[in-house]
Nanobody
Framework: VQLQASGGGSVQTGDSLRLSCAVSVSGRTFSSYAVGWFRQAPGKEREFVAAVSRSGDNTKHADSVKGRFTIFRDNAKNTVYLQMNALKPEDTAVYYC????????????????????WGQGTLVTVSS
């Protein structure tokens, strides 16, 4: 399984960005994987941002991004998106997507150790 995150950039406070995570799978379908987004700011631990279940019916978002960020998936395109609105300087980080190939169709993992595969990250910088 390979994950390719893209869509990062430098924006101003209040702007929007949409991150994409393209997932390449072999031997299984994309819908077999739950996908999550994490972020890591300089000098800080990597933290959970959002996750979407295999079916796409269930999502979870960290409290810090609820109401501003939305995760969703397009199984026809093997891609998961993170729509980020009303960006703040504290959202500045490298954003990583990750996939988990086990669990029920509605399960939305939130812990780093629950994910088997990771992408390389995309940098989001929000200036005031």
């Amino acid at each position: 399984v390979q994950l390719q995150a893209s869509g990062g950039g430098s924006v101003q406070t209040g702007d929007s960005l949409r991150l994409s995570c393209a997932v390449s799978v072999s031997g299984r379908t994309f819908s077999s994987y739950a996908v999550g987004w994490f972020r890591q700011a300089p000098g800080k631990e990597r933290e959970f941002v959002a996750a979407v279940s295999r079916s796409g019916d269930n999502t979870k978002h960290a409290d810090s991004v609820k109401g501003r960020f939305t995760i969703f998936r397009d199984n026809a395109k093997n891609t998961v998106y993170l729509q980020m609105n009303a960006l703040k300087p504290e959202d500045t980080a490298v954003y990583y997507c990750a996939a988990r190939g086990s669990g029920t169709s509605s399960y939305t993992p939130v812990a780093r150790f629950e994910y088997n595969y990771w992408g390389q990250g995309t940098l989001v910088t929000v200036s005031s």
